[in-house]
């Protein structure tokens, strides 16, 4: 046995480094070493060769009777117990005493003794899971845009009132304590806000469900604002103690990178990938509390680990520092978010976290799988695996991979179990989103994959082939590999190609995309496979949670608590549309929110708003896309019809505050030019004394799931006005409207299904159509824009220097004049101008309003997430609910 494979010689884990003190070296089994490994190490897989156990699950114990009693024992829920726990943890986790506790203490004992209670939970759930081998969702994200976690578990648990009680004594407000928790934002925006809905639902709904997704140390960035500019600042989410995550060193796998491949001369279609670069993946498990029931969901998040890598040659020679140069290299990998919503980076940084999330991911549910004892082509039955978006796909060939090359089985049986196991949602036909990664890219990094994604190409280009003979042109546009220079794999074909079902995320995009990016797909694949899942939103959060006035009333017409798991139980309420004092706390519930915001608007802005001017509301990402661009300029509009007004014209006018919040991605210049304007505007408008109350304009910003939460109860109309054909769906207009607020929208995303539930004359639609949009586009490639003289007035205007230095906004004026208006804001511009006029009007017949608020939300059941995932569990993962059984663990 020698030590000369440049590995030993080099770099060894910390926690192993005695077994390479000499003397001691011949006892290291180094001929079971697999592959010469160069330069970075990885610490688990290390330590289990020199164990010589690799893979091997450990026999659980089950301890004795006892000790099993103990562990199924259920802390007390009285106050004497909560207080004791909650000083338990002060003292001997914080190291603090009753005498010293100021509120962020008192929140994380709070947050750590209700943890106590979750993470029980969570083991039983998960025992009881294992113990009937139960078919398990697993939910692929590499976002999830979990927000606050704290008074989610307490209404959950139903200890919100006791918590208050405690706290109370100790001379604390619950919402002070609510407050000092900080969001988990390791998301951009709807796709992580949906995963986060998803695995609630799974929770409440006693599915088998996990999430996996990836722990950035820093989460969606920070956004200040400057001078009217966006500064982003970093997201130090980590740098106070985390009571919603738990480490689990235990559960670590080793992912490779780079490297070559060795044939294996028993098969043509299997091969040794020898690595030189290996890092560690380690779980952090976030519990999800399910509402009123004993299931515990799991979001397990991937860290890359760092402690054992460790150079003792650079230690030895003196250089501490360099010691640990692999750690920086390991780390990056996850420690930012790409703050990008809706586009595609294609860095190679993203590759390679995209790639350890999906390895870590597929390792652990194997592992899992493996423990069963049960055969390979009974795993479809146990492992439901739903990519959200393409960012998982590697996850496709991760598991061929591991099917082939590391368990032994042949193509068809690895390929056939593969197409079983996962189900692919698309979210957006965006083109500037569609994930493509160079091959040159993909074989330097991933070459094992690489050649599985040519295989797996081949083969169905072979059946494509016998379709369609001779057909080149469709081989072509229908290939994995797009033919360019260099090649490009297509993320969202290998996604299609490798699942069972693809699903859009609303009716229209449903539709869209089998008309559009799938078409060949859905001539060569069948239409069956191509099915429609509209998204939808967790009451728990988006009406139990934020709307605690609105969901008491619901809560006394429902005649209990049980509508927040069975939303169509909200229907109820439209039996009181006609009752004066149902009516009239309907209205205080709103007013109160409003009042709510408006001194979030004061603590954060500084401006004064008055709660009882209409709330006009657009908080969603800043993309061109969505046209914050024309909200604004429809502002412009309206204040130069204000300023033209004499004072007793302007005194009869409508009080309007215009609300916006939003991120733009950091290296999107045209969506941060888009804030600083709205900043000017308001800077200007807010000023003026001529105008007054009539019209405020406030940007708020930092927008977040919590910002969020304060801010969407208070609307009386939010705006979701895409270019018809762009939003997939949308999920912010469901929370909207789960909240009395009205709707004006495009016919576009679920926004056209919101109208169907409520009826025509409870939403106001605007607009082109989606089928409309080619004809406007082709035809604005060749001819300027001719703005109407709205559009044209809120140009000038901003031409005209009102709101600051003209030519910082020209480029954007140019954007519709000179670039094609590519959203046809020029298009949609006049109809805009007049759904305004028709919601002004709406909303001065108060009555009327109340009665639309209230038709707005009692029809809106549909568009809880609960519903969606039923809708997945039955059509795609074939899985029932389980509530949770202790007496059978
Ligand atoms: C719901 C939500 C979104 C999605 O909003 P859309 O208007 O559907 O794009 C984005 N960010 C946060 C914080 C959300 O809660």
Redesign the pocket.
């Given at each position: 046995m020698t030590l000369d494979n440049g590995y030993f010689s080099t770099t060894i884990p910390l926690s192993t480094a005695k077994a390479t003190t000499p003397g001691v070296q011949s006892d290291v089994p180094v001929a079971t070493l697999p592959t010469p490994l160069k330069r970075v190490v990885s610490g688990a897989a290390l330590k289990e060769l020199l164990a010589g156990s690799a893979g091997q699950p450990k026999t659980p114990s089950h301890g004795d009777a006892e000790f099993r009693d103990y562990t199924h024992y259920e802390l007390p829920r009285d106050l004497v117990t909560i207080k004791n726990t909650v000083i338990m943890h002060l003292s001997a986790t914080f190291l603090r005493t009753p005498s010293s506790i100021d509120s962020a203490h008192a929140y994380l004992a709070s947050a750590f003794a209700v943890r106590d209670r979750l993470l029980q939970r969570w083991n039983l759930t998960n025992e009881y899971h294992d113990r009937i081998n139960a078919k398990r969702i697993y939910y692929m994200s590499l976002e999830f845009?979990i927000g606050r976690t704290f008074d989610n578990a307490l209404l959950a648990l139903n200890l919100r009132e006791e918590y208050s009680k405690v706290l109370g004594k100790v001379g604390f407000k619950l919402e002070d304590i609510i407050d000092e928790e900080r969001d988990a934002a390791l998301g951009n925006?709807?796709l992580g806000?949906l995963a986060a809905c998803y695995v609630d639902s799974m929770a409440c709904k006693d599915y088998p469900g996990w999430g996996y997704g990836l722990r950035y140390k820093y989460g969606m960035f920070q956004q200040q604002i400057i001078n009217g500019y966006q500064v982003e600042a970093p997201d130090c989410w980590l740098d106070t103690p985390n009571p919603w995550e738990f480490p689990r060193p235990d559960v670590t796998y080793p992912v490779k990178f780079y490297g070559h491949l060795v044939h294996d001369p028993t098969n043509p279609r299997r091969f040794k990938w020898e690595s030189d670069v290996v890092y560690d993946a380690m779980a952090f498990d976030v519990p999800v509390p399910g509402y009123g029931t004993k299931n515990v969901g799991n979001i397990r998040l991937w860290s890359c680990k760092t402690n054992h890598l460790f150079d003792l040659n650079k230690f030895n020679s003196g250089d501490y520092a360099g010691a640990t140069g692999g750690q920086v290299a390991a780390q990056v990998l996850t420690d930012v978010l790409y703050p990008n919503d809706n586009t595609n980076e294609g860095k190679e940084l993203r590759l390679r976290q995209e790639y350890l999330f999906c390895s870590a991911t597929l390792q652990d549910i194997i592992a899992r799988f493996k423990k069963t004892g049960k055969p390979w082509v009974e795993m479809p039955d146990l492992v439901a695996i739903q990519l959200n978006d393409t960012h998982p796909t590697l996850g496709v060939p991760e598991l061929m991979r591991i099917l082939i090359d590391e368990e032994g089985l042949e193509w068809d049986a690895a390929w056939d179990i593969t197409k079983r196991v996962f189900a692919f949602t698309n979210h957006t036909i965006l083109p500037e989103a569609m994930e493509k990664w160079p091959v040159p890219m993909l074989d330097k990094i991933l070459p094992r994959h690489m050649g599985i994604i040519y295989d797996i190409n081949l083969f169905f280009l072979q059946e494509v082939e016998k379709l369609y003979p001779n057909d080149r042109d469709l081989l072509r546009r229908i290939s994995v590999i797009e033919e360019s220079n260099p090649q490009q794999v297509r993320m969202a074909y290998l996604a299609c190609v490798g699942s069972h079902k693809v699903n859009g995320v609303a009716a229209i995009h449903s539709d869209i995309i089998k008309q559009t990016i799938f078409s060949d797909f859905v001539k060569v694949q069948g239409e069956d496979k191509f099915i429609n899942k509209t998204n939808g939103?967790s009451p728990r959060r988006w009406m139990n949670e934020c709307n605690p006035a609105m969901s008491a009333l619901i809560t006394e017409v429902v005649g209990d608590s049980s509508w927040i798991n069975e939303l169509t139980k909200i229907k109820a309420i439209e039996a009181k549309v006609d009752d004066a004092d149902f009516r009239e706390r309907w209205w205080a519930a709103k007013q109160q929110a409003k009042a709510h915001l408006a001194e979030y608007i004061l603590s954060t802005t500084g401006i004064k708003v008055n709660p009882n001017a209409l709330f006009d509301i657009q908080?969603?990402?800043i993309h061109e896309y969505?046209r914050q661009f024309m909200n604004i300029l429809s502002v412009i509009h309206r204040y130069g019809q204000l300023k033209k007004m004499s004072a007793e014209e302007r005194a009869k006018q409508l009080h309007r505050v215009v609300i916006f919040a939003g991120k733009a991605a950091s290296g999107y210049w045209v969506a941060k030019q888009v804030i600083k304007l709205i900043n000017s505007v308001a800077e200007v408008i807010n000023n003026d004394e001529e105008i007054g109350d009539v019209l405020k304009v406030v940007f708020i910003p930092d927008?977040?799931?919590t910002a969020?939460e304060s801010i969407i109860p208070a609307s009386d109309i939010s705006q979701?006005i895409s270019t018809a054909g762009t939003e997939a769906s949308?999920?912010?207009?469901m929370?909207f409207c789960l909240n009395g607020g009205i709707i004006l929208g495009t016919v576009d995303g679920a926004n056209i299904e919101i109208g169907e539930e409520v009826g025509e004359e409870n939403i106001f639609f605007f607009g082109c159509l989606a089928h409309e949009v080619e004809d406007f586009r082709h035809y604005l490639r060749f001819h300027q824009p001719k703005p109407d003289e709205a559009l044209q007035a809120a140009f000038d205007l901003i031409q005209a220097g009102t709101f600051g230095e003209a030519h910082i906004f020209q480029p954007l004026i140019d954007s519709i004049l000179r670039g094609g208006d590519v959203y046809l804001l020029s298009v949609d511009f006049p109809s805009y101008i007049q759904a305004h006029q028709a919601v002004e009007e709406a909303y001065r017949d108060h009555d009327e309003w109340i009665t639309k608020s209230i038709l707005n939300v009692a029809r809106m059941s549909k568009f809880s997430s609960d519903r969606s995932i039923q809708e997945y569990a039955e059509e795609v993962w074939n899985i029932e609910p389980l509530p949770v059984d202790n007496s059978k663990v």
């Open positions: 845009l925006g709807g806000r939103v908080v969603k990402r969505k927008y977040s799931v969020a979701h949308g999920t912010s207009n929370k």
